[in-house]
């Protein structure tokens, strides 16, 4: 896409009904004859300004000074984004366990008073709330607070501002992904790609500089119109800044999805060779950057590549009153319990003290990230105390009833995860993509986390099954299952002896090129295809004897399921290993979990083809028992 002819397009729709002056004036001056629009006055300048020492209760163990508080006023949204919140939304808290208006007011007045001098209103959705001018207002009274700002979709901010301005509003960041109306639908599933560039129109008109605009970058998606955003500065007070794609449950995170800081400055640099560094302001989380003779700028917000963690002064309350100290962390306190206990200020500050002492150095590493339980985005901006630390790295945790979950093991090599986890977080993210190439590597599933391990050997300190004399027993001339009449029949298994058994099957699923790249890119509606699968897999060889009506249940000691893309033939291959120590084989087992794991692929796959075929249903190989092992060559 040609980034001028976009730009030029959105800068009409823009500057429609902005107002000019022959004389050049600026939009915040008015035309002669109309009525001239008052920006509100600031709130008197805070006494702080003492020498008095930064409040303790705010400041962790690193020295850290939070004095910027976001507080989420619903989990509601009137978006569907991608990167947010899954399609069909998210369970929402009861409107009873949400935080009042005056229990927000109480909270921000305590902050305010300990050294917040800027609150963010944030949702889901703020503007939805229909007091949400009347929090402006109110937050507005606080003596100390120097700024008020709102992240808003912008759907409503037209209709709204001037009432928010006239409030107190000081600051509005909106969320645009793109430019293109046809691809707005598709990121947010909903319509409104002219009510937000109304929004940014009347943000302009009323004075508003810069006006922020958040892009959230995400490859195969809207990487390609970065240019197109940057050359809406040129004529604007805007403040683009682009967002690297962040996990959150739910929005079925992935590595290759993220583009780098350093990739799209480099994109933006071979076009605009003159892109000149900002400075920065210590707690700033956003790297800024301007073209000289724009008006506007252009920032990255590098929270997965770069971490900001050392100047970090944000903390941020749910809209059900959590206290989360960190956006990525899963720890969170909460302050409405204690509000509605009756808690006194002293309470609420200790409290609040002891969790901001608590927060970490730095978030976790990128992967680690990907892999911790933490709300959906729309919930953050439900759940008692929760731990600070993250799960071990492992494949594999029990949750509270005690049944194994899966967790994606990305199939990077050692060297690799050494260099992204050597500083916590990696400075050079090109180190990645050297390794990952360019084009999307493929993905691997494994249940364990040793995938090396060579399912067919056995532990040399466990005793073997004793041979027969005479060797090996060949293999039967009739069939077992069908007594001397040709009726069904069990096997009686109750005198052989037990033997350590592990048996090795495999299917193919050919997909076809879309299904296939679907897969690939982890962007099946019905949601990740290669996790369901593995798991149907694993619940199938538990489940076998029920569903061959002659097979004996067998108390498996390890199940194991692997899925690879093979990207020449658009298919999936299917490994499954089963491992027990008793009378009877495991072959059945492991044929089951390949096959019911191809099915499934076919299942979350048949939306989009029926030209699917599962073949190579086989057994790659058994140890174990009396009539010997088997290899398939």
């Not at 989990?75 to 998210?90: A, D, F, H, K, S």
């Not at 207002?137 to 709204?160: K, M, S």
């Not at 240019?227 to 040129?234: G, P």
């Not at 090109?430 to 993905?443: D, F, K």
Request: net charge positive; glycine share 6%; hydrophobic share 40%.
């Amino acid at each position: 896409m040609a980034a001028q002819p976009v730009s030029r397009v959105v800068r009409r729709v823009l500057r429609a009904g902005v107002r000019s002056c022959s004389s050049g004036a600026p939009v915040t001056q008015p035309c002669p004859g109309e009525p001239v629009v008052e920006m509100p006055s600031r709130p008197r300048p805070f006494l702080r300004e003492r020498a008095a020492p930064f409040s303790s209760f705010l400041t962790d163990s690193f020295g850290r000074r939070h004095s910027y508080l976001r507080i989420s006023l619903t989990e509601r949204c009137n978006l569907r984004c991608q990167y947010c919140m899954p399609e069909e939304g998210v369970p929402l808290t009861p409107k009873a366990d949400l935080l009042t208006t005056e229990e927000i007011l109480t909270l921000a007045r305590l902050f305010v008073k300990e050294g917040v001098d800027k609150i963010r209103l944030t949702g889901g959705e703020p503007l939805i709330r229909p007091d949400v001018v009347d929090i402006v207002a109110q937050l507005r009274r606080l003596e100390g607070l120097r700024t008020i700002g709102i992240t808003t979709n912008g759907i409503n901010l037209a209709r709204l501002l001037p009432q928010l301005q006239k409030a107190g509003l000081s600051a509005i960041n909106i969320s645009l992904d793109t430019l293109v109306p046809a691809k707005f639908e598709f990121i947010v599933r909903r319509k409104g790609f002219h009510k937000v560039m109304e929004g940014i129109h009347k943000a302009i008109e009323l004075g508003y500089s810069p006006v922020k605009v958040n892009c959230v970058v995400m490859r195969g998606l809207n990487e390609d119109e970065l240019l197109d955003f940057v050359a809406l500065t040129e004529g604007l007070p805007l403040d683009v800044r682009f967002i690297e794609y962040m996990p959150f449950d739910g929005n079925k995170w992935n590595f290759k999805k993220m583009v780098s800081y350093k990739e799209m400055l480099d994109t933006l640099r071979q076009q605009w060779p003159e892109l000149e560094k900002l400075p920065e302001e210590e707690s700033s989380t956003a790297k800024a950057f301007k073209i000289p003779g724009f008006r506007g700028q252009v920032s990255f917000i590098t929270s997965m590549s770069e971490h900001f963690c050392g100047t970090c002064n944000r903390l941020r309350i749910t809209a059900d009153g959590n206290l989360k100290v960190c956006l990525f962390g899963n720890s969170e306190v909460s302050l409405r319990d204690h509000l509605r206990a009756g808690a006194s200020e002293e309470e609420l500050l200790r409290v609040i003290g002891a969790a901001v002492g608590r927060k970490k150095r730095q978030h976790a590493g990128m992967f680690n990230i990907s892999q911790m339980k933490n709300r959906p985005m729309i919930l953050i901006e439900l759940f008692l105390m929760r731990q600070d630390s993250p799960p071990a790295l492992s494949s594999t945790f029990r949750n509270s009833l005690g049944v194994q979950v899966l967790r994606r093991r990305v199939n990077f090599s050692s060297q690799t995860v050494t260099l992204w986890k050597g500083g916590g977080i990696p400075q050079t993210p090109l180190v990645a993509q050297q390794w990952l190439g360019a084009s999307l590597p493929q993905r691997h599933f494994s249940s364990h986390l040793d995938s090396d391990t060579n399912p067919k050997c056995l532990s040399p300190t466990e005793p073997q099954a004793p041979a027969a004399a005479s060797g090996p027993l060949p293999a039967s001339d009739q069939l077992t299952h069908v007594d001397t009449e040709g009726r069904m029949a069990m096997v009686d298994v109750g005198r052989k002896p037990d033997t350590e058994r592990v048996a090795v099957a495999s299917a193919v699923v050919l997909l076809g090129p879309v299904a296939f790249k679907l897969i690939q890119e982890n962007q099946l509606k019905k949601g990740d295809a290669l996790a369901v699968a593995q798991l149907a897999g694993i619940q199938a060889a538990k489940l076998t004897s029920q569903l061959i009506p002659l097979c004996h249940p067998v108390a498996l000691s390890h199940v194991q399921v692997r899925l690879e893309l093979d990207r020449a033939r658009h298919a999936a291959v299917i490994q499954a290993s089963c491992r027990a120590r008793g009378p009877t084989g495991v072959e059945m087992e492991a044929l089951t979990s390949a096959a019911v794991a191809a099915l499934t692929l076919y299942d979350m796959c048949k939306a989009v083809s029926r030209d699917i075929v599962l073949t190579e249903i086989k057994l790659i190989s058994k140890t174990g028992g009396q009539r010997g092992d088997f290899h398939r060559t």
